[in-house]
């Protein structure tokens, strides 16, 4: 599995880095700050998985358009938003993008398991 995480926070990285190495152990993740580097990444590597943030000060793209975009690289891919922005219409343009998952920070791990337990595409 080929998973994606974009976040501009090094921290989250961190974060996220440890917590998949227990959810998925065998996954590929590969991590950005950037998230026109992370799709760039996706148009040339492809992914099963998009791990990001909603909102990105002072960069081209916020989550919900990077995620339409890698979308359009690979429609069956899973999305989950990891955002520490509680934010309605953010919440709601993941519902309408199929978005596996939506979490705010801080979440219980257990949910980002589940997000990764039961994704939208079995593909994963």
Request: proline fraction near 4%.
């Given at each position: 599995?080929?998973?994606i995480?974009v976040?501009a926070?090094r921290?989250?990285e961190?974060?996220?880095r440890e917590?998949?190495?227990?959810?998925?152990?065998?996954?590929e993740?590969?991590?950005?700050n950037?998230?026109?580097?992370a799709?760039?990444f996706?148009?040339?590597?492809?992914?099963?998985v998009l791990?990001t943030?909603?909102?990105?000060?002072?960069?081209?793209?916020d989550?919900t358009m990077?995620?339409?975009?890698?979308q359009?690289?690979?429609?069956?891919?899973?999305?989950?938003?990891?955002?520490?922005?509680a934010?309605?219409?953010?919440a709601?343009?993941?519902?309408q993008?199929?978005a596996?998952a939506?979490?705010l920070?801080p979440y219980?791990?257990?949910?980002?398991?589940r997000?990764?337990?039961d994704?939208?595409f079995?593909s994963?």
């Amino acid at each position: 599995m080929k998973i994606i995480h974009v976040d501009a926070n090094r921290f989250a990285e961190n974060t996220m880095r440890e917590q998949i190495s227990q959810i998925v152990p065998d996954a590929e993740l590969h991590c950005f700050n950037h998230p026109d580097t992370a799709l760039a990444f996706a148009e040339a590597e492809g992914c099963d998985v998009l791990l990001t943030d909603t909102v990105f000060d002072g960069f081209s793209l916020d989550g919900t358009m990077l995620a339409e975009q890698v979308q359009r690289v690979n429609p069956n891919v899973n999305i989950i938003f990891v955002t520490d922005h509680a934010d309605t219409s953010a919440a709601f343009s993941a519902w309408q993008l199929g978005a596996s998952a939506f979490l705010l920070r801080p979440y219980e791990k257990q949910r980002l398991t589940r997000a990764f337990a039961d994704p939208r595409f079995a593909s994963v």
